[in-house]
């Protein structure tokens, strides 16, 4: 296995379009995140997933966003109309359901959405 | 904001030198957790610290967490210009990791 894979790397876009990414994640981890990340901020929680389950969605998802994990395995995010306040980078993260305690999340590397 | 806050906001020393970067988070936790990231990449785990636990020690990287003040430290013994990247803290907290803004770490060769 070798990590949490995302695509595609880069996406340039045109205000209005839409826009999809994939995320890969460790096999067997039943848990899926979304982080967005701006420059010089630290990674802000869109949503997350629990095997096939959508269990949060952060107030930061707009209805143009929309994220789906449809087998529990891949998971796609989807920007409806994107602006260009939508530009950052797009994080996937994964991990074992574990005990609550010791829960260490593996990142992608991300996926970097340009609008203009 | 989600965010807590991490303090210096940047930070330089000189190779060898020890660095210390502070957390401060808004809500009750289950463990809070470090990671590194380089420029323009994902983040990678460096260690984590369960909230019944006030210190912690993996090679030269040195945590301690005060639940009671909502606060974190992570030192890094003997720095080397490789450690140069952003620091962020991450509350885990009902089932997600919630990070501080980040320490940008600047190790002068």
């Known amino acids: 296995d070798t990590g949490v894979s995302q695509n595609p790397r880069h996406k340039i876009t045109k205000r209005g379009q839409n826009v999809t990414f994939r995320c890969d994640p460790i096999s067997e981890h039943n848990r899926l995140y979304w982080y967005r990340q701006t420059l010089g901020q630290g990674p802000e929680f869109l949503t997350y997933f629990q095997n096939e389950a959508q269990l949060e969605k952060s107030r930061l998802l707009s209805d143009r966003f929309s994220a789906e994990r449809p087998k529990g395995s891949f998971s796609t995010l989807e920007i409806q109309r994107t602006e260009q306040g939508d530009s950052a980078m797009y994080l996937c993260?994964?991990?074992?359901?574990?005990?609550?305690?010791?829960?260490?999340?593996?990142f992608g590397q991300g996926t970097r959405l340009t609008v203009v | 904001s989600q965010q807590g806050e991490e303090d210096p906001q940047a930070l330089s020393i000189q190779e060898g030198e020890n660095a210390t970067m502070n957390c401060s988070y808004k809500?009750?936790?289950?463990?809070l957790q470090w990671y590194r990231q380089n420029s323009g990449r994902g983040l990678v785990h460096l260690i984590l610290?369960?909230?019944?636990?006030r210190e912690k020690h993996s090679g030269r990287l040195r945590v301690t967490l005060d639940t009671s003040k909502k606060s974190s430290s992570l030192l890094i013994t003997a720095s080397r210009a490789a450690d140069t990247a952003s620091y962020f803290c991450?509350?885990?907290?009902?089932?997600?990791?919630?990070f501080g803004s980040g320490t940008r770490l600047l190790v002068r060769p």
């Open positions: 993260a994964s991990s074992s359901e574990g005990q609550g305690w010791d829960t260490e999340a593996f």
């Open positions: 610290i369960r909230s019944n636990e």
């Open positions: 991450a509350a885990y907290s009902s089932y997600k990791l919630i």
């Open positions: 809500t009750s936790i289950n463990n």
